[in-house]
C-alpha cells in the first residue's frame, strides 16, 4: 500500500497530450461508407475500449451484469444473479430486494443530485415551462403515490396510464412503482377499442387520465375516449383526472376525481414508503402488437429492467452529469418507458420532455426547442428526420445547435440518405449518430454502438456488451455474410421480458419456441463481414408506422366492424416518409356499393377505432382475397402484388 503511494507521488505521469485512446475496431479497416469517430469523441467518451469490454461481457456475462448492478444500490443483494434453470423463463438478480424508484429517485436525494433538474418539460405552444429538480420530483411522485393509495391499489394491482405527454405521466408512472403497483401506459394517441381493450385485459381497477391533450393546436378529448371506453370495462372502480386543457368534461360522481382537488385533501400530504420489492416483482406491462391476434402484454420486473436501462444509456448515451437528454419519443411507447423515464432518472441525468411535435406550429419547432434548452444528446426516430428534412437545411440553421454533441436514432431502420442529413444538417459532420436497435421486448438497446464505434449509415452496429445476435435461415443454420435471414439473440440479458402477462404459453411459442435455446426477434436482416448488422424489417404481421408498432390484425378487426365490411386484409408497404404505410383490401357485404366515399368512411372508421396512426394510406375493394386452402389471409401475396413483385410459392394458395 505504501510502495503504491509513494511511487506515485514520486513519479507524476506527464503528458503532452491526452492518453491516446484507440479503439481496437479503428485498427481494422472498414468495409463500405465509414464514419470513424474524431479524437475529440474518444476522449470524451466515458468508454474508450469497445473491444476490451466486449470480450471481457462475452467470456463472463454475469460478471458484467453484477458490476453494473452493483453500481447501483439495493435494499439485499442478490444470491445469484442469473437463474436459467426454467429456460426460457429467466431470472435476474434471484433472491435481490429493490425498487426501481429508488434508484431513479430516493437515491439522487441524498447527494448534491437533490438540486439537480430531473425534468423539464415545455408545452406545444411554447407558453409554459416546468421543470423539477430530483427534490421537486420526489415530492410530486410521493403526492401522486400517496393519491393512488387512497383509491384502494395495493402491491401487484395494475394501474392503466392514459394521458398526453405532460409531467403528471411521468409521475404517474414512477407513483406506482413506487407502491409495487403494475402501471401499464397506453399511449395518448390510441382510441376507444384499443383503450378498452387493454383495461380489459389487465384488470385494471384504476385509470390514471386528463381532460384532454394538444395535438398540433387541437384538443384530443382523452376523458372521453376514457368514458367510452369504460363503458365496456365495469371493473374500473376509479378514475383520476389530471387538468390540462381545460375543457368541459363529464365527471361521474363517485368514479372521477379531478387531480389537483385530490392534492389539496389531507390524502395527499405526508410521506410515502417506497416499498421493498423483489428484484423480479412485476414494474410494468406494456401491450405491443404481434404476429397475430390482440396485442400482449409484455411484463418487465424492476431489478433487471433497472440494470439494463441503467447500463445501456450509460455506455451508448455516455450520459454525463451536465447533460441534457432529450427522447422525443412518447411516453407511451417503450421508448419513453425506458429512455425519458427510467434510463435518465436511474443516471441522475436531466430529461426534457415536449408537448407537441416536430412541426407545429412550424417545421424548425425541434430546433427552437434544442436551442432554448441547450439540449446536449438528441434521440428521436427516422420517420421524423425524414419530415423534417422534407421541409429543407433553412429552417434548423435559422437555430444554434451548438450544444448537441451526440444524435440517436430508433423505432425502424434509417435510410442512409436520411443519416446523412442528420448527420450533416443536424450534427454538424461531426456528432456520431446512435442508431439503437431494440424492442418493447428487450427493454433496452440490444443491436447499437456507442460513440467510439465507428458508423455506417443504416446498421447498427454491433450486439450490446453480453448479447451475441446471429443471422439464421427456415431452418436455424447460420447464413453467410450479406445474407438476409432471421434475426436472433442468443443471449439472455436483464432488461429481456419476463412472460406475457397472464399468457406464458404464448410467450415460449412466441419468442422461443422456432429456434430452440435462441430468441426469436421477429426481424430479418444481414450481417456483413465486418460484423455490423443491418436490420431489414418485420417478417411476421407487424407494421410499423412512422416508427409505431401496429398489427396487421388490430385494422383488419377495425375494418370488419363496420357494416359494410364482410372481410378485410391489411399489410405493410413502404412509405417515403412514415417507412411503412397501411395498404387495406375489403371485401364488401352483399348489397353494398364500392365508393371513394364509403373508402374515405372506412379509413376514418379505422382512425376513430383505434387512433389517427392506424388511419390506412388506402382502402382497395377486392372481389377476393388471396388465402390459404385452411382459410388463412395470405398477406405476402398481396404484397407482392400490390409492388409487382413475384409472388413466390404459392402452391397453398386455395385457388
Ligand atoms: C424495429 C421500439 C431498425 C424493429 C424500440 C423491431 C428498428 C421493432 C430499430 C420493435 C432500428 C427498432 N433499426 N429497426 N434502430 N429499432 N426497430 O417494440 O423492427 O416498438 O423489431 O420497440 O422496431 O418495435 P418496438
Redesign the pocket.
Known amino acids: 500500500m505504501a510502495t503504491k503511494t509513494k511511487s506515485k507521488v514520486a513519479k507524476p505521469v506527464r503528458r503532452a497530450s491526452p492518453p491516446k485512446a484507440r479503439p481496437v475496431a479503428k485498427a481494422r479497416k472498414l468495409s463500405g461508407e465509414v464514419y470513424y469517430p474524431s479524437k475529440k469523441v474518444i476522449e470524451q467518451a466515458r468508454l474508450k475500449d469497445w473491444d476490451k469490454l466486449a470480450k471481457s461481457a462475452k467470456k463472463d456475462l454475469r460478471g458484467f451484469w453484477e458490476a453494473e448492478a452493483n453500481e447501483l444500490e439495493w435494499f439485499g443483494k442478490w444470491k445469484k444473479v442469473l437463474d436459467d434453470s426454467k429456460k426460457p423463463f429467466y431470472k435476474w438478480f434471484t433472491g435481490a430486494k429493490v425498487n426501481i424508484v429508488h434508484n431513479a429517485v430516493d437515491r439522487h436525494l441524498k447527494s448534491y443530485r437533490k438540486n439537480k433538474l430531473a425534468l423539464i418539460w415545455e408545452s406545444e405552444d411554447g407558453k409554459d415551462h416546468r421543470s423539477f429538480s430530483y427534490f421537486g420530483l420526489n415530492r410530486q411522485v410521493v403526492r401522486m403515490a400517496n393519491v393512488i393509495k387512497s383509491m384502494g391499489v395495493k402491491k401487484g394491482d395494475r394501474v392503466t396510464i392514459y394521458m398526453g405527454r405532460i409531467p403528471e405521466i411521468v409521475f404517474a408512472m414512477l407513483a406506482c412503482a413506487k407502491i409495487g403497483a403494475i402501471h401499464s401506459v397506453v399511449f395518448g394517441g390510441f382510441s376507444v377499442d384499443s383503450l378498452a381493450g387493454r383495461i380489459e385485459d389487465s384488470k385494471s381497477k384504476l385509470v390514471i387520465t386528463c381532460d384532454g391533450s394538444f395535438q398540433n393546436g387541437k384538443i384530443v378529448q382523452l376523458k372521453s375516449i376514457v368514458d367510452d371506453s369504460l363503458k365496456r370495462c365495469p371493473a374500473v372502480e376509479n378514475v383520476i383526472v389530471v387538468k390540462r386543457v381545460g375543457n368541459e368534461v363529464n365527471m361521474e360522481t363517485g368514479r372521477d376525481h379531478w387531480y389537483h382537488e385530490l392534492l389539496e385533501t389531507p390524502i395527499a400530504d405526508g410521506k410515502c414508503e417506497t416499498v421493498q420489492m423483489d428484484a423480479e416483482d412485476p414494474l410494468f406491462i406494456l401491450y ?1 402488437s404481434g404476429s397475430t391476434g390482440k396485442p400482449k402484454a409484455i411484463l418487465h420486473t424492476h431489478g433487471g429492467y433497472m440494470v439494463g436501462t441503467y447500463s445501456t444509456l450509460k455506455y451508448v448515451f455516455d450520459i454525463q452529469d451536465d447533460d441534457r437528454w432529450w427522447c422525443t419519443a412518447d411516453p407511451g ?3 419513453g418507458h425506458s429512455y425519458i423515464v427510467y434510463g435518465p432518472m436511474l443516471n441522475g441525468a436531466t430529461s426534457f420532455l415536449f408537448e407537441g411535435g416536430p412541426s407545429y406550429p412550424e417545421p424548425n419547432r425541434w430546433w427552437q426547442v434544442i436551442e432554448r434548452y441547450g439540449i446536449t444528446i438528441f434521440y428521436t426516430a427516422p420517420t421524423a428526420i425524414r419530415g423534417l428534412m422534407r421541409f429543407g437545411d433553412s429552417w434548423p440553421s435559422k437555430h444554434d445547435l451548438s450544444s448537441l454533441r451526440l444524435l440517436g ?5 434509417i435510410n442512409p440518405e436520411a443519416w446523412r442529413w442528420y448527420h450533416r444538417v443536424i450534427g454538424g459532420e461531426k456528432l456520431p449518430i446512435m ?6 421486448e428487450t427493454g433496452a438497446f440490444m443491436i447499437t454502438p456507442t460513440p467510439v464505434v465507428p458508423l455506417k449509415p443504416g446498421s ?1 452496429t454491433r450486439p450490446f456488451f453480453g448479447q451475441e445476435a446471429e443471422i439464421v435461415d427456415e431452418q436455424g443454420k447460420t447464413v453467410g455474410d450479406d445474407t438476409e435471414g432471421y434475426l436472433v439473440l442468443k443471449n439472455p440479458w436483464p432488461a429481456m421480458l419476463r412472460t406475457i402477462y397472464g399468457d406464458d404459453e404464448r410467450y415460449v411459442t412466441q419468442y422461443w419456441s422456432k429456434y430452440p435455446g435462441k430468441y426469436t ?3 430479418s436482416a444481414k450481417r456483413d463481414k465486418d460484423g455490423y448488422f443491418w ?1 431489414i ?2 417478417v411476421d404481421d407487424v407494421i ?1 408506422v412512422s416508427g409505431h ?1 401496429l398489427g396487421t390484425a388490430e385494422v383488419e378487426s377495425a375494418l370488419v366492424s363496420h357494416p359494410a365490411v364482410a372481410e378485410a386484409a391489411a399489410i405493410g408497404l413502404p412509405h417515403e416518409i412514415k417507412g411503412q404505410g397501411i395498404y387495406t383490401f375489403v371485401l364488401l357485404r352483399a348489397g353494398k356499393v364500392a365508393s371513394a366515399e364509403l373508402a374515405e368512411e372506412l379509413r376514418q372508421h379505422v382512425a376513430t377505432h383505434i387512433g389517427p396512426i392506424a388511419r390506412p394510406e388506402e382502402v382497395r375493394f377486392v372481389d377476393k382475397l388471396p388465402k390459404t386452402r385452411s382459410g388463412k389471409i395470405m398477406r405476402r401475396v398481396l404484397k407482392a402484388r400490390a409492388q409487382g413483385l413475384p409472388e413466390g410459392d404459392i402452391s397453398t394458395l386455395e385457388e
Open positions: 405491443t411507447w417503450i421508448t436514432t430508433v423505432g425502424e431502420p442508431d439503437t436497435w431494440w424492442q418493447t447498427g426477434t421477429g426481424d436490420i424489417g418485420r410499423k408498432r
